[in-house]
């Protein structure tokens, strides 16, 4: 399997416009970040400038877009702009916002592909991680019989049908096999609506943004002279009309199954909530905003269930995050009571660290000599001493901090470690950092068993 590394964006680049259905006007700015930052927004508009990670965890609305909410902190309909930096297979970057709701600009992905394409894609010194589909996954929603499969690919593949039962739309489908193929087929395709629907949004007045040029209105009976007129005065328009082919306005289709095409971008937006790219195959039938993020989190869910029980991959001859030299100035721990050696990856959540066991360890002079076998409170001290970086990392100025564990729980001993093994540790947040106490669940791995497991309770506190 080809290695690939992360990617960013080489240069900031801003984009305005107004939000659909607030109708205010945004700057967004788009800014490259650092490996393993993933995607994120960020409030600049707000006191602190709060962050809101892409995250399936963080949605909190999906009605007629995705929108995610961290306390105070929204911003609306993320779906068409996270599509354009997926499909152009960037892993980190921040977009910057400074309102409440992401530009509809023309209603598609089209000029946020083109914004990305100006600034250009830089390469990351930083393995790409993947979400890779091992099994068919299935999926459905009984209450509007929404359904999405997943199987095993080579490649982020999507297949999208959408059935209104709708005289004028028919039964569309829509097939991505790459997505090299985003931009040039599918980008320009714009969201799209019903007349009845568009009839209750302006009723509500949830529509303050739009116009007749970035929404497609299907209309499927006939219109009167009166709600014509009624629609021109709301789009501040003198054209309004019914085109050949049920489309209202003057607005021409760019395909001719433009809403499948759309429906397939909205999947692939609301889906890049899971946090990681995907490796196989999607299909969806009837997609919609609500049924695409409870499928971001089923697989989510997976992900992280497989995650427990799989080792991280390390290719051991590129040069770790964290050698010795760089975890003494972190932690405190000096020789012989500095076990962990190297740190090989590290999110805001997660943390990996390695452990090569020699037989030079002064410990093994007295635990079985005959037989050397590496104590297990010492496997679990190495575990804690990754998991103070974990926490360490969250702090300006670690090396002014000290982590004390207070609690271990469910510990549990697999398999003997002798000399020669290397342990490679991973250890996950069990719920958020709060008032420096962190609870994490780590593993050890040697050979892809599992060695040791338990669950941590530490808290930071600064030196005296």
Do not use: W
């Not at 949605?59 to 499909?87: G, P, Q, W």
């Not at 490649?155 to 739309?169: A, F, K, P, R």
């Not at 007295?366 to 409170?377: R, S, T």
Request: negative net charge; aromatic residues 8%.
């Amino acid at each position: 399997m080809v290695k690939m590394n992360q990617k960013t964006i080489k240069n900031s680049a801003t984009i305005s416009g107004v939000g659909i259905h607030t109708g205010v006007h945004t700057n967004l700015t788009l800014v490259p970040a650092k490996a393993n930052t993933g995607i994120r927004f960020i409030r600049t508009d707000l006191e602190g400038k709060p962050t809101i990670p892409a995250n399936v965890d963080y949605v909190f609305s999906t009605n007629r877009s995705t929108n995610l909410k961290i306390k105070n902190s929204e911003v609306y309909t993320v779906e068409h702009v996270l599509a354009a930096i997926v499909a152009e297979g960037i892993d980190n970057i921040i977009i910057e916002v400074d309102n409440m709701e992401v530009p509809i600009l023309d209603g598609s992905s089209i000029q946020f592909s083109e914004l990305i394409s100006e600034v250009g894609i830089q390469e990351l010194n930083e393995r790409k991680k993947f979400f890779e589909i091992k099994r068919k996954i299935c999926f459905t929603d009984p209450e509007s019989g929404t359904t999405f499969t997943a199987i095993p690919a080579d490649n982020y593949q999507i297949e999208v049908e959408i059935d209104y039962n709708s005289t004028v739309l028919g039964i569309q489908t829509a097939t991505l096999e790459d997505l090299s193929e985003f931009k040039g087929n599918f980008a320009s395709s714009r969201t799209f609506c019903f007349l009845h629907e568009l009839e209750e949004l302006l009723k509500n007045d949830l529509i303050k943004g739009g116009d007749v040029n970035n929404a497609i209105v299907i209309v499927e009976e006939e219109i009167s002279d009166e709600k014509l007129n009624a629609l021109a005065k709301a789009f501040n328009k003198t054209d309004i009309k019914v085109e050949e082919g049920g489309v209202l306005n003057n607005l021409k289709l760019r395909h001719k199954n433009e809403p499948a095409r759309h429906k397939l971008l909205d999947v692939i937006g609301d889906l890049s909530l899971l946090g990681l790219p995907i490796k196989g195959k999607i299909t969806a039938s009837k997609p919609g905003h609500k049924n695409n993020t409870k499928f971001a989190k089923y697989l989510k869910k997976i992900m992280m269930e497989d995650n427990k029980k799989t080792p991280p991959e390390i290719d051991f001859n590129t040069p770790p995050l964290y050698d010795r030299n760089k975890i003494m100035s972190i932690l405190p721990h000096r020789d012989p009571f500095l076990f962990i050696d190297e740190i090989r990856d590290l999110g805001k959540d997660f943390i990996v660290g390695t452990k090569f066991v020699t037989a030079d360890e002064d410990y093994f002079k007295g635990h079985f000599p005959g037989e050397p076998v590496m104590p297990g409170v010492l496997q679990l001290e190495t575990m804690a001493q990754a998991g103070g970086v974990l926490i360490l990392s969250t702090v300006e100025n670690p090396e002014n901090y000290l982590t004390f564990f207070m609690k271990i729980d469910n510990a549990k001993f697999k398999q003997k470690v002798v000399p020669g093994d290397t342990i490679i540790f991973r250890l996950n947040l069990i719920s958020p950092i709060r008032r420096g106490l962190c609870h994490m669940h780590g593993k050890g791995f040697v050979n892809g068993k599992i060695v040791v497991e338990a669950d941590l309770l530490a808290q930071i506190a600064p030196k005296k």
